[in-house]
């Protein structure tokens, strides 16, 4: 299977904070679940920790490569850039990844690598694997929360995405 490509200074291990978590399910494809992870306005209508999403320049609806957002997680509002879009194509995996950052001082600063990688597998199943590393003195306190806001909250947001999935595949 693959992996997440981290640019310097994210690697996991090497951050204060780091959260990974992983769905494979049966049923659909990379194709049917690429929309509703590439379009931030979808994401509040199932996600409920996601509010809030605007682009910069112009940009949007969809994210791509380079392209400024915000949005509004976890108590954050988080400024954005994307940093890796790869669309769907045939036999290879779909991926997306953003910058993220909030705060201004030594206190609040929070910056984020949050990275998506989406990839059919044998048996008509797709795999979604999301992974975020984070630095900065509000990712030690999220990495010391019991339970774990950022294994929950991107627990919640992979069934959302795929119920989401799921219930437009029916509607058509």
């Known amino acids: 299977m693959n992996e997440i490509i981290w640019p310097e200074g994210y690697l996991p291990g090497f951050t204060d904070n780091f959260a990974s978590n992983e769905m494979i399910v049966a049923g659909l494809s990379v194709a049917d679940v690429w929309p509703f992870l590439n379009t931030p306005a979808l994401w509040p209508t199932y ?11 112009g940009k949007g609806p969809e994210l791509e490569d380079g392209v400024r ?6 108590g954050f509002p988080v400024e954005a850039q994307v940093v890796e879009h790869v669309a769907p194509v045939g036999g290879q995996p779909a991926r997306v990844a953003w910058h993220g950052w909030a705060g201004r001082t030594a206190e609040d600063r929070l910056d984020v690598h949050h990275a998506w990688l989406l990839e059919d597998l044998s048996g008509g199943r ?20 019991e339970p774990n806001p950022m294994i929950n909250g991107h627990d919640q947001w992979l069934k959302g995405l795929v119920a989401a999935t799921f219930e437009a595949k029916s509607a058509n």
Do not use: H, W
């Open 47 to 57: 996600y409920a920790n996601s509010a809030n999403p605007s682009f910069y320049d």
């Open 69 to 74: 957002f915000y949005f509004e997680t976890f």
């Open 126 to 145: 797709v795999r979604i694997l999301t992974q975020e590393t984070q630095r900065g003195k509000p990712a030690q306190a999220l990495a010391a929360a």
